[in-house]
């Protein structure tokens, strides 16, 4: 019992210590605390007394709860977060958007937004400062030099100059950068604008003069993607027959393009059977583009045609659908095989020019297959002029589609077998240049002119079936045996129909501007619902009409502006010709839509005439077509063509007066005392429009 108990008591000493039982090392470490604590007082946030002073340190007790006060909440940082997650998901959506714009539309996206951008910007700035003291100049985008200064204002120590000069010139260049950036069909558009500057701002004309140059080439890849796609799966060297590593009996094709422009490239090739043939290869990326590209064309024509109040966009179905047919090439070689067809039936021009046959077989919706053309470009005046080298009875290398002399194929199989990449591979075929390389085929420009004028106007008072495109990019010259010039047309994209109604309209249009037949013309352009008569007669001459006698629009115009500053009167015209497009497009329905592409022809042809130094006098021959074609249409009764032909009789006795005034600057132009007829058209069209404040620039082709 006794044992028991003092076990019981040494347990409970040994679970309940008094103070004065703690051993030894434990009582040292509690008073050195306390040394300390009494030395260093210590603080803890929270803890009573307005110090936040805990008091003596007490060992082995944690503060409690509520001596530690209310808790903090942790930073988060919400907004951060936020913005860094909308920064992720807008860089993935932009990428995702970027990825699946450049594979599946060619970056078609990205283009119409660019093009919305900047259509947006140059509308605001002439709403803005089309006045002749500007509010705000807006010079966002704009470099301020070069690409010839209007004289609208200074662009030293790139401050931007004012006035109406200095807006053209700076949205004339962000048009340009845009349709030069774009590509494609921005480069078409480009050069249509281009090919209209009679009737464009100088600083435009300038600018887009520079529309012409040869546009990038695709990679072979890409050719060889686009032949695959459109002949079932087979390769180049199926499809053609060509060898690229020099293999015997097979032709040969050179993988770098001869001509790369902004819808194809073509490429050379020498077939097994020894034809030599071009063949034009779209761009893979246009059929990508092309529904972007006109669905941005339509938005921005139709926010113009509001906002600028401009009966633009009535036009704008019938130009998208004359752009679309451009870039099918079935429809190319339809239309190219109807004009050989309608040349070759025409006794005053078969034999004069030449089209090509399309190779069919070896065609499709993006590749085209014609003859191959040896000869020069319309634009090379000095090689088409100088003396012929080639031989007494001999002409160009191809006339009349004879088939060209074989080069030497041995070596050009050799040359692969050891280069696999070489491309030089046509013979260049220039013996007809002499020994020291400096002959031409000795061809008169009068002749070369007179087959061109011939050949579109039968295109447009006989046949209505026009080459819209005869630009000297689409022209070869070649010289034929006798001496005579064989002309050769090209790229047959772009074509206009015209009804039978409308073409026999046209040829009595013509006849009567040459005739000054103001009852006649005003019954003929209000049958097309055009109100400025004298202003559409014109412009369809490309030189001011005279007939309109004291109501002619720009004797009118200098009668209302006597007493007005230079800017004023700029001005007031470029407000008035807005006002004359309104009038010549008075009645959309009515107005023939044709009329658009069959003025871009007329004006080429005068481009060139006066390129060629104005040879011919083409407003009598275009006259003379159009009388013509009224008594040799036989839609109409024969009593009708009976009295057109006597009509006809008595034109051309009025239209030799005319040859009295074209001799007349003919001789002035070999006396060196000025230019040809078309020049001295030029120099009145100037001097009409300067004195509306308005400055013409047709010096397109030079350079």
Known sequence: ???????????????????????????????????????????????????????????????????????????????????????????????????????????????????????LLVAIDYKLNFRPEPVLPLTVGTTSSHHGDSGGGTHKDGVEGEGIPELHRRNAERLFNLLRRNGGLYLKIGQAIAMQSAV???????????????????????????????FGGRSVEEVFGVSFAGTEGRGVMERTARASASVAQVHWARL?????????????EIAKQIGWDLWAFKVVTKVYTLWFDLPLYSLVPFITERLMLETDFENEAKNSELMRELVNSEPSLRGRVYVPPVYHE????????????????????????????GGHGKGSAGVHGEQLDPPDMAAIRRELRENLNSQNLKPERTEWKGRRGKGGLGLSTKEVMTTMVDLFSAQIFKWGVVHCDPHPGNIFIRRLPNGKPELVLIDHGLYVYMSDKFRHEYGVFWKALMTLDNKKISEVTAEWGIKAADLFASA????????????????????????????????????????????????????????????????????????????????????????RSLFEDRNLPWRDRLGNMWRHVLFKAVLTLTDVAFYFFKLRQWLGRGGGMEDEVEARMRDVAKEFGVELQHDLFEG
Request: glycine share 8%.
């Open 1 to 119: 019992m006794l044992s028991q108990t003092a076990t019981i008591r040494s347990r409970c000493l040994h679970q309940f210590p008094a103070p004065h039982r703690l051993p030894t090392s434990t009582t040292r470490l509690a008073q050195t605390h306390r040394f300390l604590t009494s030395t260093t007082p210590k603080h803890y946030p929270g803890r009573g007394g307005s110090g936040g002073s805990s008091g003596p340190f007490e060992p082995l007790r944690p503060p409690s709860p509520s001596s530690l006060g209310a808790p903090r909440v942790a930073r988060s940082f919400h907004r951060t977060r936020k913005f860094l997650r909308r920064l992720f998901v807008l860089s993935a959506v932009s990428g995702t958007l970027y990825v699946v714009d450049d594979h599946l539309y060619a970056s078609g996206i990205a283009r119409s937004l660019r093009t919305f951008g900047t259509g």
């Open 200 to 230: 464009l701002p100088p600083e435009f004309q300038r600018m887009f003069a520079r529309m012409f140059d040869d546009a990038p080439q695709d990679e072979w890849a890409d050719v060889e993607r686009v032949i695959r796609d459109d």
């Open 540 to 627: 369809t001459l490309m030189r001011p009409y005279e007939g309109g006698g004291e109501h002619n629009f720009h004797k009118k115009l200098l009668r209302e502006m006597e007493g007005m500053t230079a800017s004023e009167r700029s001005y007031e015209m470029q407000k008035r010709m807005k006002q004359g497009i309104r009038d010549v497009l008075a009645d959309e329905d009515k107005w023939p839509k044709e009329l658009i592409f069959i003025g871009r022809n007329m004006r080429i042809v005068q481009g060139n005439n006066q390129y060629m130094g104005s040879p011919v006098n083409r407003v009598k021959m275009m006259g003379e077509w159009a009388s």
């Open 362 to 389: 070896l065609s499709s919706k993006r590749v085209l297959t014609t003859e191959w053309i040896e000869g020069i470009r319309l634009w090379d005046k000095e090689a088409m002029t100088s003396p012929w080298r």
């Open 272 to 284: 097994p059977d020894g034809r030599e043939v071009a063949i034009k290869i779209q761009k893979p």
